[in-house]
């Protein structure tokens, strides 16, 4: 019975939608109901969804593709999410609170947790992490940032020889544009390192 309704429910906004705009695309109307329905469902039920992808990155990216918001809907929640997968060390709850925080629209009211957790190592979201608090532009990551630039074999343990996570670092010095960041960034021009000077084009 909940299914059918379900379905009643879906047919009834199409066709709602489509009177509205009766020359709108059947992908422009599909894509419109999914955010429909999307924003009417629980984080709780959508984390519920994620876990039962089995970890299979790509099936992840692509739900998590169909549920991007860019109006902070879930960020008290999320903000809930977060302080409970640090508090329990739960990787895949912080995995998720991520990639929803970046579909949501950050701000700095996260900040607090990420740098809480920007050098734990029980998980391994740096690169996310520095990436995210880029945005911030906050002085007091400069020392977290520079040991994370420093200290590939325990927080880059996923670069490559192009080493994006440190690039990020210098992007997020450079971002916060101080006194402090600016030393930091002249400490790491003088290690010599091709992707400092790449991410800095000198």
């Known amino acids: 019975m909940e299914l059918c309704a379900s379905i009643q429910v ?34 709780t039920d959508i984390y519920s969804a994620y876990l039962k992808t089995n970890e299979n990155p790509f099936e992840r990216q692509d739900m998590l593709t169909k549920f991007w918001t860019s ?3 879930y960020k008290t929640e ?8 640090v508090a329990d ?27 809480k957790i920007i050098l734990e190592t029980w998980h391994e979201e740096h690169e996310d992490i520095v990436e995210i608090v880029c945005d911030f532009k906050e002085e007091r990551y400069c020392d977290a940032l520079l040991k994370i630039a420093l200290e590939d074999k325990i927080y880059r343990k996923f670069d490559d020889e192009n080493e994006s996570t ?36 000198i």
């Open 78 to 85: 999320n903000l809930q999410f977060l302080e409970s997968a």
């Open 89 to 115: 060390k739960d990787i895949q709850k912080l995995k998720f609170s991520i990639a929803m925080a970046f579909r949501d629209v950050l701000d700095k009211d996260y900040s607090d947790i990420f740098y």
């Open 166 to 201: 440190l690039r990020k670092c210098v992007n997020a010095l450079v971002a916060i544009n101080t006194k402090k960041s600016k030393d930091i960034l002249e400490k790491l021009i003088l290690t010599k390192n091709l992707n400092v000077r790449f991410a800095l084009d």
């Open 71 to 73: 109006n902070k809907t």
């Open 10 to 43: 879906q047919c009834w906004l199409t066709v709602l939608f489509s009177e509205a705009r009766p020359n709108a695309k059947p992908e422009t109307v599909i894509g419109h109901l999914r955010k429909t329905v999307f924003k009417r469902k629980k984080l």
